[in-house]
């Protein structure tokens, strides 16, 4: 019979980084006094020098209070800015494996692009990929680079029907960890059709049952769920330790000692579980103190997340003006009694390598002046009271301008509003404004037939998916935004008569899509895949046809054609949302 101990294990932990290599102006709320409104200040905050630095710090005290230290990553560290827009997951293995990560889970964007991205990826990182219900025993192994046999990949074991799992040694007690991803991730992501996410709740009991036969009672879940998923599978299944997740960009704790919000207590105990979550973009640094008993359940658990802030406090955001040498003090004292945020200085072998390999053409990029707008553009996603987005219209109209110009006579664009990410303000636009904020996600657009019958079923099953109108939706992102294509969509109607009016800009004229009539669109790899409420624009007999360029690349095109322009006049969409008081306006 196994001889168990107890053990003590410190789990510092990120999530959704999305390439959030540098640091981020954060606006801070600091009290002055119990008669005067808080004094507004900013503050440079995380990025992965900061990082760094804070794991070197906490590992340290880790190992002073003779605790075993793990560096773990949530998932979703690709997309986001100018660094992966321009290097893909290099830049990404690159200062991963710089900061010293132990194991990553995987994230629903690190399959944007579909698996040899991830491959590649792997085969530059010194760390496992933890998606142990990623069934890779049917990918074809004539791949460019199949995924199947890297070591590093811990996916499903079929011949043990579980997750492949890691052992760390915690002073001659082994711990395990397992990650788990997105079961829905042919929904939301582009995973090769030959690999398939099996039952998140399944797979989970099967690992621990089978962990625990291999004679380890600690178990650690890594995943990439999200934050309510993580507290619903920490009910259902029995035996884990910790679930330290990402996904929603949950921020634990209680911040609003600086002006942010709060959000449960760091460390959810459920079925005795302790689940965490440390927001996203590099800001935040997670710290899971968990102490097991020797029969493997949790004896205590602490912990925080902190902000990881610089020395240096503005009274603006731009941090060109800076604050009077005696307001400094103040704030940096306040700040300094605050348990929920960390001073850190930059690792200087972080910056020598932004600096030596990536920084320049990032630096080049954002300075590099695209176009001008003659006013601010909002981008909403589902229509307010202000109206639809001013910003989408023009993003699709990209598209088309795009595909038309590379000799497809494209009829209309359809873009679904998760895919742009930022409104723009008015003046000057740079590169990295288009590919660092407003299109930051690098998918490529695609070319592809559809009926009328079926793009009036797409636009309706998309709408109902982003209002959960009959369906239970992944999101108000489906939402869709078009060029030369003009609707109706009422919320009341019965479903699958929705959209009431659809029209086709043609020849300077609008006119009525016909059912029977089939049209050439273009959208991205994402839309046009059918994701997210769009599966009618599946064609099974026709495949898409890839553009080879990038939504920003398009967009970029676009505007330096135009070099100077605004929103469009006319609005093409009649969004009737499901109170029904309002009538048709178009």
């Known amino acids: ?292 008993n020797a029969d493997g359940t949790v004896e205590k658990v602490g912990g925080k997340n902190q902000l990881l802030l610089g020395r240096q406090f503005t009274v603006d955001a731009s941090r060109s003006e800076h604050l009077d040498d005696s307001t400094h003090e103040m704030v940096k004292s306040y700040l300094l009694d605050q348990e929920n945020v960390r001073f850190c200085i930059k690792d200087p072998h972080i910056e020598n390598l932004l600096n030596r390999d990536y920084r320049p053409a990032v630096r080049e990029l954002q300075t590099q002046k695209v176009a001008d707008l003659t006013e601010s553009l909002r981008h909403i996603r589902v229509p307010d009271q202000k109206g639809p987005s001013q910003i989408a219209p023009l993003v699709v109209d990209s598209f088309v301008w795009s595909s038309r110009q590379r000799g497809h006579a494209v009829d209309f664009g359809i873009h679904n509003a998760g895919g742009v990410r930022a409104s723009l303000h008015a003046g000057p636009i740079t590169a990295a404004d288009i590919s660092g904020r407003l299109l930051p996600f690098a998918i490529g657009l695609m070319v592809y037939e559809v009926s009328g019958k079926q793009l009036r079923s797409a636009l309706e099953g998309a709408i109902n998916n982003a209002i959960d109108n009959g369906v239970e939706g992944t999101g108000s992102g489906s939402f869709p935004y078009t060029s030369r294509l003009k609707y109706t969509y009422r919320c009341c109607a019965p479903q699958g008569q929705r959209i009431e009016v659809l029209k086709l800009y043609k020849n300077g004229n609008w006119e009525d899509i016909q059912d029977d009539t089939v049209y050439l669109s273009v959208s991205s790899g994402y839309t046009a895949t059918g994701k997210e409420g769009y599966d009618a624009l599946v064609n099974n007999n026709v495949d898409p046809i890839p553009l080879n360029i990038t939504m920003a690349d398009a967009f970029e095109e676009y505007a330096r054609h135009r070099g100077t322009f605004g929103a469009f006049e006319e609005v093409m969409i009649n969004y009737i949302p499901c109170h029904c008081e309002q009538e048709d306006v178009a």
Request: hydrophobic letters at 40%; glycine letters at 8%.
């Open 1 to 292: 019979m196994t001889q168990h101990r107890s053990a003590k294990l410190t789990i510092a932990h990120i999530n959704d980084t999305h390439s959030h290599f540098e640091p981020s102006t954060i606006a801070l709320q600091i009290p002055l006094s119990t008669s005067e409104l808080p004094m507004s200040v900013y503050a440079s905050c995380g990025g992965f020098a900061r990082v760094s630095s804070a794991v070197r710090e906490v590992k340290k005290q880790a190992h002073l209070q003779q605790r075993e230290f793990l560096f773990v990553h949530a998932g979703d560290c690709f997309q986001g800015t100018l660094f992966f827009s321009l290097y893909k997951g290099k830049a990404n293995a690159a200062l991963l494996n710089a900061i010293g990560i132990d194991a990553m889970a995987l994230g629903n964007h690190e399959l944007d692009m579909g698996n040899q991205v991830v491959a590649d990826f792997m085969d530059l990182v010194n760390f496992p990929l933890l998606a142990g219900n990623w069934d890779l025993s049917q990918e074809h192994l004539n791949k460019q680079n199949p995924l199947a046999p890297k070591s590093n990949v811990l996916a499903y074991d079929n011949k043990n029907e579980c997750a492949k799992y890691l052992v760390k040694d915690v002073d001659g007690e082994p711990v395990a960890i397992f990650g788990l991803a997105i079961e829905n991730m042919a929904g939301i992501a582009n995973p090769d059709p030959d690999t398939q996410f099996l039952n998140v709740t399944l797979v989970a009991r099967q690992t621990v049952k089978a962990i625990r036969q291999a004679g380890i009672n600690k178990i650690i879940l890594l995943s990439h769920l999200g934050y309510e998923r993580d507290l619903e599978l920490a009910s259902q299944v029995d035996g884990i330790g910790a679930i330290i997740g990402g996904h929603t960009h949950t921020m634990q704790g209680d911040f609003s000692n600086i002006g942010f919000s709060t959000s449960d207590e760091y460390a959810v105990q459920v079925n005795g579980t302790s689940v965490v979550q440390a927001g996203c973009n590099a800001l935040a640094l997670g710290q899971l103190e968990i102490d097991f």
